[in-house]
């Protein structure tokens, strides 16, 4: 069977051309261009709804929505190899499975359990191997670039920064009689859809990735994406998300104060 050639597979899986992609990508399931707008000085829309360049004084950023779930993602992270990406920031929300993650802290994955099924596609054989919680992990010197800057900024904001393991799942209605275990048994402290195919698909490219969370919900606390969560959390929640998590990422991605001057 032929495979794709680089430009086929970055048109269907980008709408783009491979040369339209920066080498840092800002990658994200389904959260819109408009947390960004405030903080760059401005926005070009590449591909409608879907693929943005930042522009700064002295850098430029590709902006992603790559859709819900791992098979979306690791499909886009898998697009983005065919192109001049050389580090990914991925950044989407998740629920907290400990009781020290509170909603609005900020969580940089240590390593992703997958529990999801594009990753086993990444595995060489037909049936492939299983990587049922299997760990996926993330480049650690841009963990520990975002890392640095998120202590500098959410404190500030009233929120904690938090690095630890997360399950990755392909199910959200399926997921909860599974959470106390994880937490338990595998000690993770939060659960979300992409990064442990991010982090895996990016390696099989050799694109550095690494994630910044923001909590959503918090099962334990009684607080799911369902019910429970009360309009000071949800407030604090988009704070966070809106004016905190954006300045990180730029400033990990693009330098202190985003190469100004």
Same mark, same amino acid.
Request: proline residues 9%.
């Given at each position: 069977?032929?495979?794709?050639?680089?430009?086929?597979? $970055?048109?269907? &899986?980008?709408?783009?051309?491979?040369?339209?992609?920066?080498?840092?990508?800002?990658?994200?399931?389904?959260?819109?261009?408009?947390? +960004?707008?405030?903080?760059?000085?401005?926005?070009?829309?590449?591909?409608?709804?879907?693929?943005?360049?930042?522009?700064?004084?002295?850098?430029?950023?590709?902006? $992603?929505?790559?859709?819900?779930?791992?098979?979306?993602?690791?499909?886009?992270?898998?697009?983005? %190899? =065919?192109?001049? *990406?050389?580090?990914?920031?991925?950044? &989407?929300? =998740?629920?907290?499975?400990?009781?020290? @993650?509170?909603? %609005?802290?900020?969580?940089?994955?240590?390593?992703?359990?997958?529990?999801?099924?594009?990753?086993?596609?990444?595995?060489?054989? @037909?049936?492939?191997?299983?990587?049922?919680?299997?760990?996926?992990?993330?480049?650690?010197?841009?963990?520990?670039?975002?890392?640095?800057?998120?202590?500098? =900024?959410?404190?500030?904001?009233?929120?904690?920064?938090?690095?630890?393991?997360? +399950?990755?799942?392909?199910?959200?209605?399926?997921?909860?009689?599974?959470?106390?275990?994880?937490?338990?048994?595998?000690?993770?402290?939060?659960?979300?859809?992409?990064?442990?195919?991010?982090?895996?698909?990016?390696?099989? $490219?050799?694109?550095?990735?690494?994630?910044?969370?923001?909590?959503?919900?918090?099962?334990?606390?009684?607080?799911?994406?369902?019910?429970?969560?009360?309009?000071?959390?949800?407030?604090?929640?988009?704070?966070?998300?809106?004016?905190?998590?954006? $300045?990180?990422?730029?400033?990990?991605?693009? &330098?202190?104060?985003? *190469?100004?001057?």
């Amino acid at each position: 069977m032929k495979s794709p050639t680089p430009s086929e597979l $970055v048109h269907a &899986g980008l709408g783009c051309e491979p040369e339209q992609i920066r080498p840092d990508v800002i990658l994200t399931p389904h959260w819109k261009i408009d947390i +960004f707008n405030p903080h760059v000085p401005g926005v070009t829309e590449i591909v409608p709804h879907k693929v943005y360049e930042l522009e700064l004084r002295r850098h430029s950023i590709t902006f $992603v929505r790559a859709g819900i779930g791992a098979p979306q993602t690791g499909d886009t992270v898998l697009a983005l %190899g =065919a192109t001049p *990406c050389q580090r990914i920031v991925f950044i &989407g929300s =998740a629920g907290a499975l400990q009781p020290h @993650l509170n909603i %609005g802290d900020l969580l940089i994955p240590s390593q992703s359990l997958s529990g999801d099924g594009f990753s086993r596609y990444l595995q060489p054989g @037909l049936p492939p191997a299983d990587t049922f919680l299997r760990p996926a992990l993330p480049d650690e010197f841009l963990s520990a670039t975002l890392s640095g800057y998120a202590n500098t =900024a959410a404190p500030a904001a009233g929120a904690s920064v938090h690095r630890g393991t997360v +399950f990755s799942t392909d199910s959200i209605a399926a997921q909860f009689p599974l959470l106390e275990g994880l937490s338990r048994d595998y000690d993770c402290c939060a659960i979300e859809m992409e990064t442990a195919a991010v982090f895996a698909a990016a390696r099989s $490219v050799d694109i550095q990735a690494s994630a910044l969370l923001a909590i959503s919900d918090s099962p334990i606390q009684g607080k799911s994406l369902f019910a429970g969560r009360t309009p000071q959390d949800l407030d604090h929640y988009h704070r966070i998300k809106e004016d905190i998590l954006p $300045v990180i990422v730029l400033n990990t991605l693009a &330098g202190p104060r985003f *190469c100004e001057g």
